[in-house]
Each structure stands twice: as structure tokens, then as C-alpha cells.
């Protein structure tokens, strides 16, 4: 009987095992699950890029515990017809046969994506096509991000901007950070110490002088951080969800994961916690369900804070 039971917790054990890696690579490795990263081991964008905004982050406890905040924006919109490679130092791309199409010549490479990649030669970026065609120049800016909803992110003298596909720069580049990506139809920015959304005229749509950070918006709210606290505003700029959680995720699948009193819960768009802050440790949802550690055993839950599958 005991022995039956050992095997019983172990299989138990191991199903959860397989479905919690299975979450992960669906949610929060993408890219790696469809090739990239892991045939890449160089500076390009697969490699170092981190984070959502043009200025670095340090990693913290924080964000390897919400892969997702980061992940699910960086991998959105990416075109994997053309898979990046790494040979001798230097970026390239194969098709899905594995075929060289566009030769390992770049120091530095970006994913494709709308059609185009950013690729560094000879210390100069440009973008090119699938055919492997510079097509936009780069020469004036000391550093490239990839397209996403017609614009990619540019610097030049430590200041950014945003170029469209002519490579014409749409919106100067005046601002001392700003979004790696537009989402959602706007960008967030920071223009003399002061945060604020535009849109993709350059306008400015939202001013958020009262926030120290402000995020990207994901299914209608951002999140935002006063005083080292963090809540949400909508697109009007009204501050929907108040400044309340030590940390906070971005909305997936209608529920976003806080952090209060150092445990992990979720709450909905309306700021009512629908799981309680009891966690450990907490992954955004995915396909209905998120994986959780409670009292240190791992487990499964569904959106209700329901127990699917425990390895207890």
C-alpha cells in the first residue's frame, strides 16, 4: 500500500511537473519553444534585450516572478517565418528548413517583425526585409528597436524617438526614456523628469506628473507607481484601480496578479481581489489557468482560485 502510494504521489507529482512546463513554455517562452533563443547564444535581441522600456532595469525578485509582464509584450506581433541564428559571433536567419537564408554577417540582430528586422553592421543599424534587403538606415541613431504597430523606437544623443517604415522619424527624438513598443495605439514616455502617454502623432494624451513610473497598456489599464505603490489608470487617465499594491502585473485574461503584505493574488478590472492575496509566488493566467506556490507546494489553479491539480 505505501509503496503504491509513493508511486501514486509521483505520478501525481509528475503531471504537474509536465503541466506546469507546459504553461510556461506556452506564456512565458514563446519564442524559445518556436527556436529562437535557443540557438542563439550572442548579444542580439533574443539574448539582451530586457524589459519594456528603452531604459535599462535592474532584474529583481519582482519581475523573475511575473516573466509574463515582460515576455508577453516582447514576443507579441513576432513573425517566426525567419528564425535568428548565431555562428562565429555573428546573426543570421534560417527558414524553417533550416536553410541560411540571410548569411551570419550582423553583430547584432532583432527579431522580424511587420515584415522587417533591425540589424547592426559594421557598428551601424538598419533594417532589412525578408529577402535579407537594407531597406531603412540607421546611421543617424545610435540605437534601434524593432517595429510593432508601424513604429520602432530610435535614439540619437541619448534622446528617443519613433521612426516609421519610410524611415521617416515621426516623432523626434526628445524624450529621455520611452516604451520600447507602442501598445494599444500609445506609448509611454518621460520628457524633462515627467511621465506621459502619447499617441502615434507624437501627440500627448495623458499626463501622469503624478506618477514616478507608468506602464503600457494591456486590455485597457495600465498600471502605474506612486510612492511605491502601484495601481491602474484607463485611457482617460483616471486612476481606476487605486495606488495600493506592492507590486502589481499587467491584466491577462481579465485578472492581473498584486502583491500585498509580500503574497500574490489576483484581482479583476474592477480592483476587486477575486483570489486572495495568498501566494508565495503567482504566474499570470494562461488559457484559463495559472500555477502557484502555496505553503511551498506547487499547484494549479483556475480562475476561481479553484485547485486543479496540486502535487501535494
Known amino acids: 500500500m505505501n509503496k ?7 505520478i501525481v507529482s ?7 512546463s507546459t504553461i510556461l513554455i506556452g506564456s512565458n517562452l514563446q519564442a524559445q519553444a518556436a527556436g529562437n533563443g535557443a540557438v542563439c547564444n550572442c548579444s542580439c535581441e533574443c539574448c539582451t534585450e530586457k524589459g519594456n522600456n528603452t531604459s ?6 519582482e519581475q523573475v516572478t511575473t516573466t ?13 517565418e ?26 547584432d540582430a532583432g527579431f522580424f517583425c511587420e515584415g522587417l528586422a533591425r540589424v547592426k553592421r559594421e557598428g551601424v543599424w538598419s533594417y532589412i526585409d525578408k529577402t535579407g534587403k537594407e ?10 528597436y524593432r517595429f510593432c504597430e ?19 522619424e515621426v516623432i523626434p527624438c526628445q524624450y529621455e526614456e520611452a516604451t520600447r513598443t507602442f501598445s494599444e495605439g500609445l506609448a509611454n514616455v518621460k520628457r524633462d523628469g515627467l511621465w506621459s502617454y502619447i499617441d502615434k502623432t507624437g501627440e500627448e494624451v495623458i499626463s501622469c506628473e503624478d506618477y514616478e513610473y507608468v506602464h503600457r497598456f494591456i486590455e485597457g489599464l495600465a498600471k502605474v507607481n506612486h510612492d511605491d505603490l502601484y495601481g491602474y489608470i484607463n485611457k482617460t487617465g483616471k486612476e481606476v484601480i ?25 484581482i479583476d478590472k474592477t480592483g476587486e481581489e477575486v483570489i486572495p492575496c495568498q501566494y508565495e509566488y503567482a504566474e499570470p493566467f494562461y488559457e484559463g489557468v495559472a500555477y502557484v506556490r502555496c505553503d511551498g507546494l506547487w499547484m494549479l489553479i483556475d480562475t476561481t482560485g479553484k485547485i486543479v491539480m496540486s502535487e501535494d
Open 82 to 107: 525567419l528564425e535568428m541564428v548565431e555562428r562565429n559571433g555573428l546573426c543570421g536567419y534560417i527558414d524553417k528548413t533550416g536553410k541560411e537564408v540571410i548569411p551570419c554577417q550582423y553583430e
Open 242 to 266: 487605486p495606488c495600493q499594491y506592492e507590486y502589481a502585473n499587467d491584466f491577462c485574461e481579465g485578472l492581473a496578479i498584486v502583491r500585498t503584505e509580500h503574497l500574490y493574488g489576483y
Open 14 to 20: 509528475l503531471v504537474l511537473s509536465l503541466l506546469i
Open 135 to 144: 531597406v531603412i538606415s540607421c546611421e543617424d541613431y545610435e540605437y534601434a
Open 56 to 61: 535599462e532595469e535592474t532584474t529583481t525578485e
Open 4 to 10: 503504491n502510494r509513493k508511486r501514486n504521489t509521483s
Open 150 to 168: 508601424g513604429l520602432a523606437a530610435v535614439r540619437r544623443d541619448g534622446l528617443w524617438g519613433y521612426i516609421d517604415k519610410t524611415g521617416k
Open 68 to 80: 509574463n509582464d515582460y515576455v508577453d509584450s516582447f514576443y507579441a506581433g513576432i513573425d517566426y
